[in-house]
Each structure stands twice: as structure tokens, then as C-alpha cells.
């Protein structure tokens, strides 16, 4: 009898459409190809502030469960480079002069109230948000290095020096996944969180947007 497939290439195939369209959106476009200005960028890292604040918090309630705790690895924890990145980005005091988008506050509302409460709900999240940044997250960075010339503060969210390879950690990632225990039904919940994760990040991108030209570079 073959062996069932690997629940992180179910997982990865499953959610590979709504990956790909929060990747080609439009704001992620102008970042990606030098016309939106450092100012645009500062608007992804204020959400990012946000989203992350959310997740790290929640990942203290999960930090015991036997399925959801492996996943907690506090190498990981981006606010402290976000709090670092805005304050090179907006100056002393950006704390006071920030709020969320609108879309943000829904994604934040579902960390806390899915992710917070739901194993299964808190991997997916957790998934979608740090795997997709060591790995996109790359392609980011070496993009403000080239158009604005930053590669130390005011990207350090980029930086995951405390997981030792990528690559490695990738592959320990994809095995957490596997040993999860999950029942069929129960994957089916993760994958179908995992795609709301990516729609509520792609709403992010989508209100960007809709306010990004005033960033564009001339």
C-alpha cells in the first residue's frame, strides 16, 4: 500500500492559487519593481507591526499545546525587528502616529479569535506569515537594498539569523507539519484556515493599494 502524501505538500498544493494571487498583487508589484518610494514600503512595515504583535501574542497561549508548542520557536519573533525597522523608517515616537488599516484590524481579529484559541487554527496562521516571509520575504529585502540602498536597519525584518539555514529550517518546518496527528478532517480545517490567512493578507495588499500613490516615485 503507498504511503499517504506528506500533509506539507497537501497543504502547500492547496493553497497554492491564493498564495500566488496575494503575491501578484498590485502593491506588491510597485514595491517589487522600484516605483513605490521608502514611504509606501513604511506603510507595509506599520501593518506587518501590527499583524505580527497579534501573532506573537497569541503564540504565548499555544506555547504548552502539544501540537501548536513545537511551532513556537522564539527565533522567529519579528517585533522586535519591526519596532526597530520603524523607528530607522518613521523616526522617534512612530508609536504614536500609526493605526491599522482597516483590513488589518479584521486579519488581527481573526489571529486573536481563531489563532488564539484553535491549535490547528494558530499553525495555519503561523504558516502563512513566517514561512512566506523567510522565503519571499528574501526577494523583499534584496529589493530595498537595490532601490534604496537599505540592508540593515529598516529591513531587519527580513534578517532570520537566529534559525540557522533556511533551508534546513524549511525541511524541520515541513517535518512539524507531518507529525502534527491531524485527522482528515481536522487537515481539512488547517488548509481551509491557511487560505483564509493568505485572503486576509491579500486584503492588506488590496487597501495598500488604494492608497499608494501617493508613494509612487515620481
Same mark, same amino acid.
Do not use: C
Given at each position: 500500500m503507498?504511503?499517504p =502524501?506528506?500533509?506539507?505538500? #497537501? ?7 491564493? @498564495?500566488?494571487?496575494? =503575491?501578484?498583487a ?6 517589487m519593481?522600484?516605483?513605490?518610494a521608502?514611504?509606501?514600503?513604511? =506603510?507595509?512595515a506599520?501593518q506587518?507591526?501590527f ?27 519579528? #517585533?522586535?525587528?519591526?519596532t526597530?525597522?520603524?523607528g ?7 508609536? &504614536? ?11 488581527c ?8 484559541s484553535?491549535? &490547528?487554527?494558530?499553525v495555519a @496562521? ?38 540557522g539555514?533556511?533551508? =534546513?529550517?524549511?525541511r ?21 484556515e ?9 486584503? #492588506?495588499?488590496s ?9 509612487? #516615485?515620481?
Open positions: 503507498a504511503e =502524501e506528506r500533509f506539507s505538500n #497537501v497543504l502547500r498544493a492547496a493553497t497554492r492559487q491564493v @498564495h500566488e494571487r496575494a =503575491e501578484g498590485a502593491f506588491i508589484g510597485k514595491l519593481s522600484g516605483e513605490l521608502l514611504a509606501g514600503f513604511a =506603510e507595509l506599520v506587518h507591526y499583524i505580527y504583535t497579534a501573532l506573537e501574542e497569541v503564540s504565548e497561549a499555544m506555547r504548552t499545546d502539544p501540537v501548536a508548542g513545537p511551532f513556537v520557536i522564539d527565533g522567529l519573533r519579528r #517585533v522586535p525587528a519591526l526597530e525597522d520603524l530607522f523608517l518613521l523616526g522617534p515616537g512612530w508609536e &504614536g502616529r500609526v493605526a491599522p488599516k482597516a483590513a488589518t484590524d479584521r486579519y481579529e481573526r489571529l486573536r479569535n481563531v489563532a488564539g484553535w491549535p &490547528g487554527g494558530f @496562521h503561523h504558516y502563512t506569515r513566517y514561512l512566506g516571509d523567510i522565503s519571499g520575504g528574501q526577494v523583499i529585502r534584496a529589493k530595498l537594498r537595490t532601490f534604496h540602498g537599505i540592508d540593515g536597519p529598516g529591513a531587519t525584518f527580513y534578517v532570520f539569523d537566529r534559525i539555514s533556511p533551508a =534546513e529550517f524549511r524541520r518546518y515541513r517535518t512539524l507539519l507531518d507529525s502534527a496527528g491531524w485527522d482528515q478532517s481536522e487537515r481539512a480545517q488547517v488548509i481551509a491557511t487560505r483564509r490567512a493568505f485572503e486576509l493578507n491579500e486584503a #492588506v495588499f487597501e495598500l493599494a488604494d492608497g499608494m500613490q501617493k508613494h509612487l #516615485v515620481a
